[in-house]
């Protein structure tokens, strides 16, 4: 629809300036509503004033499709707006109603930019609804006749000056018509919309108008799009005079018809191509005719031949005749909304013929359309495709058994993979086990051999001890009682230093329990370390099994050429009883203690300027213990070495993965250690480090409380 004004300004009330608003502007409103909208057209992040202004919870509106909110008569131009961003768009600005949860609508106007790399959008809504109030309350005759005629009209509208017709005033439905948005009209003449063929004959039909030969006119026009494609325009032109009779405004009134027009000409092409080949139709093809309802009126014997009803059976009724029932009734609900919109409609369907047989057919479906653009009857072409319908189906068939073989060889691929995946892991536990249960034996054997001799050692130490003191006290009786011995003992007592003997032997038994109480430390904590004897979870003291660990490994913490000592730092906390397998544990310190002694072995650095660790000059291995809460307990064990890359790291505890030098490590050692943790224990294992960082494992142990019989 277009509206013209005359160029002086004077609007249809006879008053200066144009009363009708096209745009109201809405600035400074608050609150305002910020939001990321996905082009799916779901929330992905909003402000709090969403749920303040609207009434919903956050969870609500993530949940909820924008359009859902939106008022259905805003609907179209809603979506229109958003399918600008989609176009890419650089920035849209419109209004809309927005339903609250209470059922009430309020106004939104709405700016919203495109996000290109985060692939949404990026909106800010003010709630404008109290200035909408207003304006409807204050809002005049003139304003409410623009409102109800030129803005909500479902067909474009322009106002333009009678003179050079030069456009002053355009409604949304012309805009979206041509193209263009209402600045770039009022800088068009409606002379430069207009198609150049066509511009004559309208100027002439326009200057009648003008000059008073006639007081309006209707035609049919080619215009030119902004894109430069043409479209067929029903132009309803008339002079609005002003106060004194002379011509103020011209009003055009433009309703698109290039689809009616594309259709008649495409109908026009069809019949005359029917009309040429309606012979061959007649042999070949399906051919009826429906009315406007559907019912039959013309049919051709191929239809007879192939539904086996007669001419007579036929005629008068509509094609629920030979319903098959295989299509659902959405359907055929779509195939009238196609036809009765004066559509061409082409699809395949099952027909039952009169036998109960069913047969199928490709058809296509012509409206035949009046002078008004409505379809008044139907032409239905079919062709029997059965055969082929059978074959595809025969096809579908075979693909679905293939199908089914594919998934039968996927699942036993599968089930092989988790067979072999077993396999692996059965491995890896029987090597690891075979290596600790020796190295439990070793140790175990050794500390039995150590214990007896050390027991009898250090038991007869105490009558040594004795004796000594007994033989110390006698020879001090004979100094008293003899004070001046023979020259031979004086001579001899002299030579051995008897005196000295007699005040050092005592100290000299003290350091031998001294020794053998510590042989029989170690050897006690070697066979706390093998638990051979202990293959149910017990409950232990967690510190004990790491101090028994220690004590196989101390020797690698010493001093080497390439090494100075490494500093071992106990920070241990108040840990309780914690039921496990004892000896699964201690070989799980026994692991993570060697990778660290390795880790500071292998990386040559500077531990003068130790990063994890900078109060410690020197290579260092810190283990802590803590009660993480009443269920559960943690053990660190980190070194100040030089980190584990990402890459590693993420591969730390896969079977046979190692990163030492041929014949250092059998990349088993880290496995078996989650494996004890995360399954026999439901523990957790995890690795902390980064490049230049150190490298902490951190060991969560659940406590269990050991059931009493």
Not at 213 to 239: C, H
Not at 494 to 509: C, K, M, T, V
């Amino acid at each position: 629809m277009f509206l013209f004004q005359s160029e002086n300004n004077v609007g249809l009330n006879g008053k200066e300036n144009f009363p009708f608003p096209l745009h109201v502007a809405g600035e400074n409103f608050s609150p305002t509503l910020s939001a990321e909208v996905g082009f799916d057209g779901y929330l992905k992040w909003m402000d709090g004033n969403w749920e303040i202004i609207l009434g919903y919870t956050r969870e609500e509106l993530l949940a909820t499709p924008l359009i859902q909110l939106i008022h259905p008569e805003d609907w179209a131009w809603s979506i229109a707006e958003w399918q600008k961003l989609a176009d890419r768009v650089t920035s849209i600005s419109f209004e809309n109603r927005c339903r609250c949860k209470d059922g009430a609508y309020k106004w939104l106007s709405w700016k919203a930019t495109p996000l290109a790399q985060q692939n949404s959008i990026q909106a800010i809504a003010r709630d404008i609804t109290v200035f909408k109030q207003q304006q409807t309350e204050v809002i005049c005759e003139n304003e409410r006749l623009y409102r109800s005629i030129f803005e909500t009209a479902a067909i474009g509208m322009a106002i333009a000056t009678p003179g050079d017709r030069k456009i002053l005033k355009s409604n949304r439905v012309l805009q979206e018509m041509f193209g263009y948005n209402e600045q770039e009209l009022q800088q068009l003449s409606f002379d430069e919309l207009t198609h150049p063929e066509d511009l004559n004959a309208e100027r002439s039909r326009f200057q009648e108008m003008v000059s008073g030969v006639r007081n309006s006119f209707q035609s049919e026009t080619r215009y030119i799009r902004k894109d430069g494609t043409p479209i067929w325009g029903r132009l309803t032109a008339s002079m609005i005079p002003n106060h004194r009779g002379e011509p103020q405004l011209a009003l055009g009134i433009v309703e698109d018809v290039s689809q009616r027009v594309r259709m008649e000409t495409e109908l026009r092409h069809s019949l005359k191509q029917l009309s040429d080949i309606q012979f061959a139709l007649d042999r070949a093809a399906i051919v009826a005719v429906t009315d406007r309802q559907g019912n039959i009126t013309h049919i051709n014997d191929k239809f007879c031949e192939i539904s086996q009803y007669s001419r007579s059976e036929l005629l008068g009724k509509n094609h629920r005749i030979l319903n098959s029932g295989y299509h659902p009734k959405s359907f055929f609900q779509q195939m009238w909304a196609t036809i009765s919109r004066g559509k061409i409609w082409k699809g395949e369907i099952k027909n039952k013929a009169k036998n109960g047989s069913y047969y199928w057919v490709d058809t296509t479906i012509v409206p035949f359309l009046d002078d008004r653009g409505k379809p008044y009857q139907y032409l239905s072409i079919r062709y029997e495709i059965t055969e082929r319908k059978q074959v595809e189906e025969q096809m579908r068939q075979t693909q679905a058994e293939k199908t089914d073989l594919i998934t039968s060889l996927q699942q036993k691929t599968q089930h092989l993979e988790t067979t072999l995946h077993e396999l692996q892991t059965a491995q890896t536990q029987l090597v690891q086990s075979e290596k600790m249960t020796s190295l439990g034996m070793m140790v175990a054997g050794v500390a039995h051999e150590i214990n007896n001799p050390v027991n009898f050692i250090h038991g007869n130490l105490t009558h040594a001890d004795e004796y000594i003191k007994q033989l110390i006290e006698h020879l001090l009786l004979y100094r008293h009682e003899i004070p001046v011995p023979p020259p031979t003992i004086s001579a001899h007592a002299e030579e051995n230093d008897l005196y000295f003997i007699i005040e050092d032997l005592p100290n000299l038994l003290a350091s031998m329990k001294v020794g053998t109480q510590r042989i029989r430390e170690i050897v006690r904590s070697l066979r706390n370390f093998s638990r051979l004897d202990e293959s149910q979870m017990k409950s232990v003291d967690i510190h004990e099994g790491i101090d028994s660990t220690l004590l196989i490994v101390q020797n690698r913490l010493k001093a080497k050429p390439n090494r100075p000592e490494i500093k071992l730092i106990k920070d241990y906390g108040e840990l309780p009883p914690v039921e496990c397998y004892a000896s699964k544990l201690n070989q799980v310190f026994m692991n993570l203690l060697v990778n660290a002694i390795d880790a500071l072995e292998m990386h040559k650095r500077d531990f003068t300027s130790p990063i994890s660790h900078p109060h410690s000059p020197l290579p260092v291995i810190r283990i802590r213990s803590a009660t993480i809460d009443k269920n559960t307990v943690a053990i660190s064990i980190s070194d100040n070495g030089c980190g584990i890359p990402p890459d590693v790291k993420s591969r730390l505890f896969d079977p046979f993965f190692t990163t030492k030098p041929m014949g250092k490590g059998t990349g088993l050692g880290l496995a078996i250690s989650h494996q004890i943790i995360v399954d026999k224990h439901g523990g957790k294992l995890h690795c902390l480090s980064e490049p230049e960082q150190g490298t902490e494992f951190v060991i969560e142990l659940p406590i269990r409380q050991l059931k009493v019989a």
